[in-house]
C-alpha cells in the first residue's frame, strides 16, 4: 500500500511571498499520479496541480508549480507571489495509473495562511 | 461553481433519524466516491462506485448504505448513527477504471448527529 507524508501541519508567509510545501510518498508502483488539492473554509476540494509519474518535466500551472524528485519520492508544492486567497488546506494526493476507480491516497494536508 | 453538486449542505439529525445524502454529477464521469472528512483531517475513502457497481467499501459500518440509481447519481442512505458520526461528506467522480483523471469533488454535506 502507499503512504503519502506532509510533515508541515502548518504554515504563514506574508502576502506576495513564495512558499514551499513538502510532501513525500512511498510506493512501489512505477505508474502513478500525484495531485495537490487546495480546500478553503468554503469546504470543496479544488485541484491545484496534477504530475504524471512517467514525465520528468515539472508541471506548472500560473503561480502553482511542483517539484517532482521521483527517486527520492518527493513532490513539493510551490506557491509564487502568494495571495490571501491562497489560504486553505492544501493535501497530497496519490493515485494509480489506470486507478482511477481505486480514489485517492491523501497526506494530512498542511494548513497554510497568508498574512496580509 | 461546482460540477458535482451536493444536498444538502447542512444536515442535523438525531441518532433515531433517517436521512439521505445526494450527490449528482454531468459530465459522463462513471466512478463515483463518498468520502469522510472530520475537521483539520484529510478525506477517508467510504465506498467507490463504478460504472453502477459497488467496486469498494471500506469497512464502514451498516448504518451508512450507498446507492448508486444511475451514473449521474449518489446516494448515501443514514440510518441509526452516532454522534462520532458528524463530519463532512464529500461525493467525487471521475472518468473511472483505466483513466488518469483526477477526482472532481463537490461542496459536501456538514452532517451533525445530536
Not at chain 2, 25 to 51: C, D, I, N, T
Request: proline share 5%; with cysteine; aromatic share 10%.
Amino acid at each position: 500500500a502507499q503512504t503519502v507524508t506532509q510533515s508541515q501541519p502548518e504554515m504563514s508567509v506574508q502576502e506576495a511571498e513564495t512558499v514551499t510545501l513538502s510532501c513525500t510518498y512511498d510506493t512501489s508502483e512505477s505508474n502513478y499520479y500525484l495531485f495537490w488539492y487546495k480546500q478553503p473554509p468554503s469546504r470543496q476540494m479544488i485541484l491545484v496541480i496534477r504530475q504524471e509519474a512517467y514525465k520528468q518535466q515539472n508541471a506548472t500551472e500560473n503561480r502553482f508549480s511542483v517539484n517532482f524528485q521521483k527517486a527520492a519520492k518527493s513532490f513539493s508544492l510551490k506557491i509564487s507571489d502568494s495571495q490571501l486567497g491562497d489560504t486553505a488546506m492544501y493535501f497530497c494526493a496519490f493515485m494509480y495509473s489506470g486507478g482511477g476507480a481505486d480514489g485517492l491516497t491523501f497526506g494530512k494536508g498542511t494548513h497554510l495562511i497568508i498574512q496580509p | 461553481d461546482t460540477e458535482v453538486t451536493q444536498t444538502p449542505k447542512h444536515l442535523v439529525m438525531g441518532m433515531t433519524n433517517k436521512k439521505s445524502l445526494k450527490c449528482e454529477q454531468h459530465m459522463g464521469h462513471r466512478a463515483m466516491y463518498w468520502y469522510k472528512q472530520k475537521a483539520k483531517k484529510p478525506p477517508e475513502l467510504m465506498f467507490v462506485y463504478s460504472y453502477e457497481k459497488l467496486s469498494i467499501n471500506e469497512s464502514v459500518p451498516s448504518r451508512f448504505s450507498p446507492e448508486c440509481p444511475n451514473s449521474s447519481l449518489l446516494n448515501l442512505h443514514l440510518h441509526a448513527l452516532q454522534p462520532e458520526d458528524s463530519a463532512l461528506y464529500l461525493c467525487a467522480s471521475s472518468q473511472g477504471q483505466g483513466y488518469d483523471s483526477p477526482l472532481h469533488f463537490g461542496n459536501g454535506t456538514r452532517l451533525t448527529v445530536t
